[in-house]
Structure formats: C-alpha cells, structure tokens
C-alpha cells in the first residue's frame, strides 16, 4: 500500500522469531500489561464479583496464536469454544500477554493449567471480557539488516504520530481472494463463491493444497477430495464434506463457523476502506465528512464520530447498508462504483446472517511512543497502536520494505476490464 512518508525506507525485515516481535495489550482501563508479571484485579481496576460467572486471566504466551492458545486453554479444563473470549488477537509469531476468560471455571483451575510456552500469570472471577475491550497494544519489535537505519527518526518526524489506518494482508486472506468470495456471495453466485474458496490455486503456498485445489477443480469429486485435502484446511473440509451429501452451495458456506464467512463480507469493506484511502494519501487529502476525538489514552474513539464535525481525526466508513448516504465520501463512492456494488447490497438476504450493517473507523492511526534504538544488526522499535490498527503497516512507513499491493487483491477479482479500472482508480 502506498506509504505516507516519502523519506526512503530503513529497509530490513522481520526475522520470523518470536522474541523480535514483542506484544503488550492496553487494557481498557489504560494499563499496559507487563511481560512475567502477576496481576490482581486491583493492579488492572478489574472488577472482581463475588458471584461472576467468568474467570478473566492474564495469558502470556510465546508463538501461540491468541485463538489456538484459548481452545488448548478450554480443553485442557474440559470447556467448548464458546466458553472462552479475548478482548483481542494477537499473532503467532510473537511474545503476547493480554486479557482473556472463561466461563463456568473458578480462578485456581486456570492458574493450574500447564501448557508449553504458555503461562497464566493472574486469574479472577468476573463478568466476561468480549472483542474490542481494550484499548490497543504497545510493541518493541527488531528490524533485522537495515540499510539505512539513520533514516529512521527523519521518518517518525515526517510521519509526527499517524499514519494510514489501512487494513494489511492478512485481512484478505493468504490467497488475497477473501474479497473476491465475498463478491460472489453478496452477488448470490453461491457455487462461484464455494468454488472459489476451494480450487482458487493463485498464491496457494503450500504444493499439497496447491495439488488438492488443481485435482478437485478438474474431477469435481466432492465426496474423493476429502481424501487428499490437507487436513489443516477445516473450513474446506466442512464445505467438502457437506457437498459430498448435499448439493446446496448456499448451505456449504453455513457449514462453517459463521465468523469464518464473515470474513468474506468484512474482507470486501476493508477493500473499499484501503481503496479510499490509498486515493487520499496519493492525493494528500484527508478531508472527511466525520471526525472524532480521543479517548483516554489519547487513541481515536470512532463512537464519537459526529458529521461535519472537525475533531480531531478523520473518520472513514466500513460501509454496510445502514450507512449514511450523505456520510459517504466521493472516495468510498468510487471504490464501490468500481466493484459494482451499493450500500445495499450489504443486506445479504440470502445468507441473512451475513449481512453487514455498517461501522466506522478512523482513516489515520495515532502512534505513542514511537522511538528507535540502533543495533549492530538492526533496529529496536518501540511503539503504542489503538486497538484494530496494524503494527505491519506502520513498520511498512519505516522500512518501505513491504511488497503487498492494492493491485494484488484487485488483480483477483471477476470484475470487467479490471486492469484498465484498477489504473482509473488510481
């Protein structure tokens, strides 16, 4: 995605190691949680009823992804997946601590739990924690062989505590082809949809799925391909396995968990949110019709977002059909004139469960903290981002080392003429 600063990058990348990618969840009260440290409520102003139904734990854990950790978490105290929550997710290839619960588990049990490069380093009664309760994360994070890493201040000065609030890669998928699921299906080209998800062989990485998408998509063996689909590809597994019984294309989505196939709708908001915003920061117009404030850490609080407000922050659209027409900028409207869909088609009332009303977000992220130390090897950096902001796009600000492209995602769509729109829209 197209770079708010304009100095040349530090270059480097990260190595891949958990200990060069250091995350500490902001709690909602403001606490930034610290690595090997016991917690009471009081130390976090958690609230502890004596007659709350959840535990709420303190996870640390070390190349875990928050979601994989919990489940282990759950099974290990004999507990369904509906019983554990997290206020927010946190990536694998890290060293995390934040918030989490459970529900229908007294204290002690949790602090019981053993699991390998996990550790519950506090647990409490309470009401339950849910997505979104806390107010972001603060990161130290090692850039490996940087080139030019004296570059580094200039480009915090140039950036002076924002940059673009763009949604990253993994928003779209390994295969970038969320989007183009999420097209077909707002379009009710249900078997595209489903086939999409299932045969799509364009940056498939790993040579068996690679195999088994190819093979499925010339023999069209639903009920065969459970035998060669790897297994670690559940949600295609749950869509074969339905379609080896039933042809219903519709209900093969259903088949998985519906927070998988939200993906796919959320995929194509945030592709429309990118492609506005990449316009704006090509353009250097940030004018907006919304802005908000800050909320108590100094972070955006999109909630209070108000129309021809002048706040503190502009503020884009995650555009759903309850969206405000006259709240949408020119940007947004031409980005969906591209991909040939209106607010409306939001309302999915074939796979009503699907259907997206509409949200806000900030289009610049603030930064806290920002500061760098050299190394014989790299670059340590330091850095606070508010909740649903991405540390690789701000890293991407500092290293120019990132090659994702908007035309990647748009490459991928069934859109008429989409190479000539994709220049226009540029």
């Known amino acids: 995605m197209l770079t708010l600063s304009k100095y040349t990058g530090t270059g480097g990348y990260l190595k891949g190691d958990p ?16 690595m090997n440290t016991r917690y009471s409520p009081a130390d976090l102003s958690e609230e502890n009823p004596t007659d709350g139904k959840f535990t709420t734990f303190v996870l640390q854990k070390k190349n875990w992804d928050t979601n994989s950790a919990i489940l282990e978490i759950a099974k290990k105290l004999r507990r369904g997946r509906k019983s554990v929550s997290y206020s927010g997710s946190k990536d694998k290839t890290s060293i995390s601590v934040q918030l989490a619960s459970i529900f229908g588990v007294k204290p002690e049990d949790v602090m019981r739990i053993h699991i390998k490069d996990i550790s519950i380093n506090g647990a409490w009664q ?95 063996d639903f009920k065969s391909a459970l035998s060669y689909f790897p297994r670690y590809l559940r949600s ?102 591209f991909l040939g869909i209106t607010p409306e088609d939001f309302r999915i009332r074939h796979l009503p469960e699907l259907s997206m009303r509409g949200s806000k977000r900030s289009l610049m992220a603030p930064v806290k903290g920002l ?6 090897d790299g670059l340590t950096v330091n850095f606070s981002l ?27 769509l069934d859109t008429e003429n989409s190479s000539q729109n994709a220049e226009r829209i540029k």
């Open 126 to 220: 309470s009401n339950g924690l849910k997505l979104g309760d806390n107010l972001g994360n603060a990161f130290t994070v090692k850039i490996s062989e940087t080139k030019n890493p004296e570059n580094a201040e200039k480009i915090f000065e140039e950036l002076n505590g924002r940059f673009p609030n763009y949604f990253d890669k993994q928003r779209f998928g390994y295969r970038l082809n969320n989007p183009k699921i999420g097209m077909l299906i707002i379009r009710n080209d249900m078997k595209g949809a489903v086939m999409s998800l299932l045969t799509d062989p364009e940056n498939e990485s790993n040579e068996a799925a690679r195999e088994a998408r190819e093979r499925l998509s010339m023999e069209m």
């Open 19 to 34: 200990e060069d990618f250091i995350v500490r969840e902001i709690t909602k009260n403001g606490t930034e949680l610290q």
């Open 236 to 337: 295609e597994r749950s869509i074969l396995s339905y379609l080896s019984r039933f042809e219903n294309y519709t209900n093969a989505i259903r088949a998985m968990p519906r927070g998988v196939s939200l993906f796919f709708i959320h995929s194509v908001e945030s592709l429309i949110f990118n492609m506005a915003l990449e316009r704006m920061v090509r353009e250097n117009n940030f004018e907006s019709t919304m802005y908000c404030d800050a909320d108590i850490y100094g972070f955006y609080n999109v909630d209070s977002s108000k129309k021809d407000s002048k706040g503190i922050a502009p503020v884009g659209n995650l555009v759903g059909y309850e969206t405000n027409k006259e709240e949408i900028t020119d940007y947004e409207n031409e980005a969906m004139e």
């Open 386 to 412: 508010q909740s649903g902001s991405y540390a690789t796009i701000l890293l991407n600000e500092i290293t120019k080392s990132s090659t994702f492209k908007l035309d990647d995602i748009l490459s991928m």
């Open 371 to 376: 500061s760098s130390i050299r190394l014989e």
